[in-house]
């Protein structure tokens, strides 16, 4: 092709349309996957989210599931109960409510 600005343009226009066919290939394989979760943690944890904030801390897995066991989550499944997703978690020991959340949401998005 010769090195001209009608060359250039075609280059141009080929690069774009072959972008676009990778969009739109790639939105194709996709299409079937679940929808990401949100990253707003007081949708997900409800109600949860107001007791972990008030609940004192250092805390462990088993004063959390006692405590809170039958609160509802949002999940990639739809709704779990604490104590459903933590219970299969070896025990920790959480130093905040921010621990906690972060541990909740990396069990629910499995």
Same mark, same amino acid.
């Given at each position: 092709?010769? +090195?001209?600005? /009608?060359?250039? #343009?075609? %280059?141009? $226009?080929?690069?774009?349309? *072959? /972008? *676009?066919? @990778?969009?739109?290939?790639?939105?194709?394989? *996709?299409? +079937?996957?679940?929808?990401?979760?949100? $990253?707003?943690?007081? $949708?997900?944890?409800?109600?949860?989210?107001?007791?972990?904030?008030?609940? +004192?801390?250092?805390?462990?897995?088993?004063?959390?599931?006692?405590?809170?066991?039958?609160?509802?989550?949002?999940? %990639?499944?739809?709704?779990?109960?604490? #104590?459903?997703?933590?219970?299969?978690?070896?025990? /920790?020991?959480?130093?905040?409510? +921010?621990?906690?959340? @972060?541990?909740?949401?990396? @069990?629910? *998005?499995?």
């Amino acid at each position: 092709m010769a +090195d001209d600005k /009608q060359g250039r #343009n075609k %280059q141009a $226009d080929d690069e774009e349309r *072959r /972008q *676009r066919e @990778r969009e739109m290939a790639e939105a194709r394989t *996709r299409g +079937d996957e679940a929808e990401p979760m949100r $990253d707003d943690a007081v $949708d997900q944890l409800g109600e949860l989210d107001d007791a972990l904030e008030t609940h +004192d801390y250092p805390t462990t897995t088993e004063d959390l599931i006692e405590a809170y066991g039958d609160y509802e989550i949002e999940t %990639q499944g739809g709704w779990e109960s604490l #104590n459903e997703v933590l219970s299969p978690t070896d025990t /920790q020991t959480y130093v905040s409510a +921010d621990d906690v959340r @972060r541990r909740i949401r990396g @069990r629910i *998005r499995r």
